[in-house]
């Protein structure tokens, strides 16, 4: 199964990635990357490959879903 990403794992430090964001109105569960089932708490992200991301969270990769 998937592991929830460590924000301390090198490529989550390099997009700044966090589990609570602090953009008003950005967030993973209204990025554009986000995967996987809307209302879950944990996510699949297309730019993470094999973890799991908050739908609270936020990484600089942020954009707007189309
Ligand atoms: Fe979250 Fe970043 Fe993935 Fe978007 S690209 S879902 S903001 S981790």
């Given at each position: 199964?998937n592991?929830?990403?460590?924000?301390?794992?090198?490529?989550?430090?390099?997009?700044?990635?966090v589990?609570?964001?602090?953009?008003?109105?950005?967030?993973?569960?209204?990025?554009?990357?986000?995967?996987?089932?809307?209302?879950?708490?944990?996510?699949?992200?297309?730019?993470?490959?094999?973890?799991?991301?908050?739908?609270?969270?936020?990484?600089?990769a942020?954009?707007?879903?189309?």
């Open positions: 199964a592991e929830q990403l460590d924000p301390e794992n090198p490529q989550a430090k390099a997009l700044q990635y589990h609570k964001s602090a953009k008003e109105g950005q967030m993973c569960g209204n990025c554009a990357l986000i995967q996987g089932a809307d209302g879950e708490a944990w996510r699949p992200c297309g730019i993470f490959p094999g973890k799991l991301v908050n739908s609270e969270g936020w990484c600089a942020w954009a707007k879903k189309p």
